[in-house]
């Protein structure tokens, strides 16, 4: 078996009476994206700045392509490189002088530095921008130009801590072909995000922490299937009918039911015996007889935003809409 990118033991971080990571467990491949979703709260961001030398921990092991965190920490911080939550570059500097100044620092000659923050800058569509100070940038601009100052000496392994914040869904899409690219050229993807879509896309496999621990791990396939065979989606007519829907789905199918962000919809998991299609059935027969008109609805596989709901019981939403910790 190849060495892992990353390994995890018992891994603990305590701070005043809270521990912020509580015995963590994680397995990393090489060459591959890693997501790590959790609720606010859950202390990703603390085990990813232990696992980037940025924090000691305070119990545990854990390992780099074998290099000890603790013990070996300067072999670890040659190894990798942290995108943080909130861009690091220099507002008052343009992009070019941004990178270029980072190369200088990390070791190339000016022209090779010049060279490349020219070839990054023409790789992640900024070329354009070059000359203009970051502060004028779009925030999809923004951290595209803060991927390209982490990897200005390619990384064997990139920590991304919630790259995607607060970004509109076509920066997002711009963030992820980087982040594919990245990954194409041989780098390990550490991925925490707020965002299940994000997750869904980017990650080959996914640990699911709450309160400081992994709670389940695998593909986005088998963590879906773990939570039952299928999921009915149904969108109602009138949305103040949603609450009795609600009340009346879990009756019928002895489930959670996931409020989605339109205020219509609902979804909700079959786990019970017996054929899905039936207990559907009897399900929608029973907003049928409280007088609630579905417009739509349909069976399929369970989300991601599902898994979330049933293993951590927080809906999805409220990951999303929060500061991941």
């Not at 060279?115 to 203009?132: D, K, N, P, S, V």
């Amino acid at each position: 078996m190849p060495e892992p990118a990353i390994q995890t033991s018992g891994l603990v971080k305590v701070f005043g009476d809270t521990r912020a990571v509580d015995g963590l467990d994680l397995s990393v491949p090489a060459g591959a994206v890693y997501g790590v979703l959790g609720p606010n709260g859950a202390g990703k961001t603390t085990a990813v700045r232990m696992l980037a030398t940025l924090l000691r921990p305070d119990g545990g092991e854990a390992t780099v392509f074998g290099h000890d965190v603790v013990r070996e920490a300067d072999a670890v911080r040659s190894r990798v490189s942290l995108t943080g939550q909130y861009a690091s570059v220099d507002e008052e500097m343009t992009g070019s002088e941004n990178l270029v100044l980072l190369a200088r620092l990390l070791g190339h000659r000016k022209p090779a530095a010049r060279e490349r923050a020219a070839e990054l800058l023409e790789a992640f569509g900024l070329t354009e921008a070059a000359g203009r100070q970051v502060k004028t940038y779009s925030g999809g601009m923004r951290r595209r130009i803060d991927i390209a100052a982490s990897i200005l000496n390619t990384p064997d392994l990139l920590f991304l801590d919630e790259p995607t914040t607060g970004l509109d869904p076509r920066s997002r899409n711009q963030v992820w072909d980087i982040v594919r690219i990245v990954v194409a050229h041989g780098t390990t993807v550490l991925l925490t995000t707020q965002y299940l879509e994000e997750a869904d896309r980017l990650a080959q496999r996914i640990a699911v922490v709450d309160h400081g621990r992994v709670i389940a791990e695998g593909t986005p396939g088998e963590l879906k299937s773990s939570v039952g065979s299928g999921s009915i989606h149904v969108r109602l007519r009138e949305a103040a009918e949603r609450p009795e829907a609600e009340r009346l789905l879990a009756e019928a199918l002895n489930t959670p039911v996931y409020l989605e962000a339109d205020p219509v919809a609902l979804t909700a998991r079959i786990t019970g015996p017996g054929d899905e299609a039936a207990q559907a059935a009897r399900a929608l027969g029973r907003l049928a007889s409280a007088g609630i008109v579905v417009d739509d609805f349909s069976l399929g596989q369970p989300s991601l935003d599902e898994v979330f709901l049933a293993l951590t019981d927080h809906p999805a939403t409220t990951a999303e809409t929060e500061a991941a910790a």
